[in-house]
Every structure is written in structure tokens, then in C-alpha cells.
Antibody, heavy 121, light 108 residues
Framework: QVQLVQSGAEVKKPGASVKVSCKAS????????MYWVRQAPGQGLEWMGI????????TYAQKFQGRVTMTRDTSTSTVYMELSSLRSEDTAVYYC??????????????WGQGTLVTVSS | DIQMTQSPSILSASVGDRVTITCRAS??????LAWYQQKPGKAPKVLIY???SLESGVPSRFSGSGSGTEFTLTISSLQPDDFATYYC??????????FGGGTKVEIK
């Protein structure tokens, strides 16, 4: 079955970077885009960007431009999201999510379990 | 960017009630709208896609309607498992993809 398994919780100090992984299984990794979405405590869902695992191309939300980098490793069917210059407002659960049907714009039919990133001094 | 506005933000209801949540887009998104249910500590789960198509495995008491800029999610008879937070999401444009602010359905 289609599954996205993310790396474990992280605690980081302000100014540091964090790299979260998302390992895909159960489907052809390079045939589907991947989103990263975050959710601050008690808040709504916020789209951070998209990566095409086939060629590695990315598009980031303007809010995160310059601070976020999404990459992939096709040999392990894993996508990564690295966020730098962390501040307390970046404390959130980070999700990878697969848009349906191989489309760049789609609804998410599969989500990772989420990775809590806590930024605290 | 396409802004998505959900209302109400909190809804108090009883088991068996008919519940309606509204989502408005700042510009036309045709029918490119999905609804999700999220429970505490869990990832969102898609209920409805393309405004009114029911995701496989989702109970038929959930339904969606609308097109253009105004959409609704209806739960025909609220069940105990339905107390959760619901989000709409537009996918007319992926840059950026945008979500509504959420509607928490709580026990009256």
C-alpha cells in the first residue's frame, strides 16, 4: 500500500537548520510530485512547496524562499525538506503529502505521519 | 494567491445533527476543491475531492457541493467519530496551494 514515513521529532535552537525526510513506498516514486505542508500548534495547514522527484525541480511558497530547500534521493525513494535560520515561529508539525494522480496541483491522497520540529533556546 | 475563507471557525453540534461548513475562494477555482478531516495528533484525511466526489471508503453521510467561489461540506447526520477539524483546500493553482482556516466541530 502507498505509504509515506517521515523522520522523527527534532529539537533545534534558533538560527539552526533542520532536515526532515519522507520515505515513499508502494508506488513509483518518480511518477508523483510531493508537497511539504506545515501546521503550527493549534493552527491551520500551510503549504511550503513542491518537488518533482523525477527531475528534482522545485517551487517554494514565497514566504519560505531563501530558507527552504527540497531535495530527493531516487535510490531510496526519499524526499527531504531542509529549513534554515530557524525561529520560534517555525515550531510546527511538518508533513509530506502526495498530490493525487501525478499532478502538480492536486488534492493529497496520502500524507506522512508528520514530524514535530520544536525551535527553542 | 487564492485565499480560502471557511466559516464558521467553530461549530457546536449534537449527534444526529445536519452540519454544513462553507468555504469561499477569493477567485474562481472551478471545482478544484477538496475537503479534509483532521483529528488531534493525526494527519489530515481527504473526504471529498473535485468539490463533490466522495473519496473511497468515506461514509456517504459526507457530501460536498459548489463551484466557482462558493462551496459547502455537509454531514447529514453527525456521528461521534465526526467530531474533528475540517479544512478545505483549493488546487486550481499549486503555487501556492492554499487551505481554509479550518472548522472545528465540537460536541454541543
Amino acid at each position: 500500500q502507498v505509504q509515506l514515513v517521515q523522520s522523527g521529532a527534532e529539537v533545534k535552537k534558533p538560527g539552526a537548520s533542520v532536515k526532515v525526510s519522507c520515505k515513499a513506498s508502494g508506488y513509483t516514486f518518480t511518477s508523483y510530485y510531493m508537497y511539504w505542508v506545515r501546521q503550527a500548534p493549534g493552527q491551520g495547514l500551510e503549504w511550503m512547496g513542491i518537488i518533482n522527484p523525477s527531475g528534482g525541480s522545485t517551487t517554494y511558497a514565497q514566504k519560505f524562499q531563501g530558507r527552504v530547500t527540497m531535495t530527493r534521493d531516487t535510490s531510496t525513494s526519499t524526499v527531504y525538506m531542509e529549513l534554515s535560520s530557524l525561529r520560534s515561529e517555525d515550531t510546527a508539525v511538518y508533513y509530506c503529502a502526495r498530490p493525487y494522480g501525478g499532478n502538480s496541483a492536486g488534492y493529497c491522497d496520502c500524507w506522512g505521519q508528520g514530524t514535530l520540529v520544536t525551535v527553542s533556546s | 494567491d487564492i485565499q480560502m475563507t471557511q466559516s464558521p471557525s467553530i461549530l457546536s453540534a449534537s449527534v444526529g445533527d445536519r452540519v454544513t461548513i462553507t468555504c469561499r475562494a477569493s477567485q474562481s477555482i472551478s471545482r478544484w476543491l477538496a475537503w479534509y478531516q483532521q483529528k488531534p495528533g493525526k494527519a489530515p484525511k481527504v473526504l471529498i475531492y473535485k468539490a463533490s466526489s466522495l473519496e473511497s471508503g468515506v461514509p456517504s453521510r459526507f457530501s460536498g457541493s459548489g463551484s466557482g467561489t462558493e462551496f459547502t461540506l455537509t454531514i447529514s447526520s453527525l456521528q461521534p467519530d465526526d467530531f474533528a477539524t475540517y479544512y478545505c483546500q483549493q488546487y486550481s493553482s499549486y503555487s501556492p496551494l492554499t487551505f481554509g482556516g479550518g472548522t472545528k466541530v465540537e460536541i454541543k
